[in-house]
């Protein structure tokens, strides 16, 4: 190294050249995609048809269900207030809240039913019960299960009853055993091996390891997602009846159909009480077996429920 420290010189330069080559490639690098980005959503909104025009031009009828969406009357007679006394009109009249209790009824037994097939495709799917490569063919039923979403598992039982909540139950059933399944041998991939070893020294065979060396220990996990995807299950059920499997939705599509926008409020009012009190109820559960102070509040439970009855229209 020259007196002059020359060398230490050209070695911080080079490096500051090599950090602001780095940056420019990933400046570029990031202005491409974002290019790649822009062009893949507007052709997704040409595909779709989407038009800002259309929007506009619809407006005004737009509007005018919102004002039968959310009837106009007076509170004591000088205050503009929504007419509620026209849902619950509604909600006697069609005695919506039996429909709902069907519609849970679904939800439940669909869970249910669902829970043996997913606890055996579950427990064999894992590494540690069925040795390579033979726990693929259960994990690749299980995937075969939760690549059909739940409405189209109901299309293919119209042979067994049509279309009705016997079917939809049917088609929850087989969706909880890919989605709970999958769940159950992700669960049991994170067991600890001391308690299987314990119970391999006794003796034990095959059978009785898995059983109490890795099912006792995800017993607890077990039931906490079994109440998440009851959860799931009951938003399903509702959408079962959008496709006349019964219960709730199927009121809701024939209001929908019949251009009906108050009754259909008064539905969706008694949708949203039933999703949002069986996940809250779920949450509880689920925070009192894994030994938390709280769960998800009943707040962030009404925030988010329409993102989750869209989601559960394809699970």
Not at 35 to 63: D, K, M, N, R, T
Not at 144 to 171: K, N
Not at 227 to 252: D, F, K, P, S
Request: charged share 15%.
């Amino acid at each position: 190294m020259r007196p002059d420290g020359g060398t230490t010189t050209g070695n911080l330069e080079g490096a500051l050249s090599d950090i602001t080559l780095t940056k420019r490639i990933k400046w570029g690098m990031a202005f491409v995609l974002s290019l790649a980005f822009g062009f893949l959503f507007f052709q997704a909104l040409a595909e779709v048809g989407f038009s800002l025009a259309e929007i506009v031009y619809y407006w005004p009828e737009f509007q005018e269900a919102l004002g039968e969406f959310f009837p106009r009357t007076s509170l004591f007679g000088v205050l503009p207030f929504v007419d509620v006394g026209s849902y619950w009109q509604f909600i006697q009249e069609r005695n919506l809240f039996g429909a709902a209790i069907v519609t849970l009824a679904m939800g439940f037994a669909g869970t249910i039913l669902g829970i043996p097939g997913a606890l055996l495709l579950g427990v064999l799917g894992s590494e540690r019960v069925t040795p390579y490569p033979f726990n693929f063919i259960f994990r690749g039923t299980m995937s075969v299960i939760r690549a059909i979403p739940a409405l189209v598992w109901a299309l293919i039982y119209i042979p067994l009853g049509g279309v009705s909540p016997f079917t939809a139950t049917l088609a929850i059933g087989t969706d909880t055993m890919g989605n709970l399944g999958r769940l159950f041998t992700d669960a049991l991939e994170e067991v600890e091996d001391g308690p299987i070893e314990a119970i391999e020294s006794t003796g034990a065979n095959r059978r009785q390891t898995v059983v109490f060396g890795m099912l006792s220990q995800v017993f607890t996990p077990f039931i906490a997602w079994t109440m998440y995807i009851l959860e799931i299950n009951t938003r399903i059920a509702v959408t079962m009846g959008l496709i006349g499997g019964g219960g709730i939705g199927y009121i809701l599509q024939t209001q929908r159909s019949l251009f009906k926008y108050t009754n259909m409020m008064a539905t969706i009012l008694v949708i949203f009480l039933l999703v949002v009190s069986v996940e809250f109820v779920s949450q509880r559960v689920r925070s009192y077996i894994r030994g938390e102070e709280e769960g998800l509040s009943f707040l962030k439970l009404v925030v988010e429920f329409p993102q989750r009855m869209a989601r559960s229209l394809w699970e």
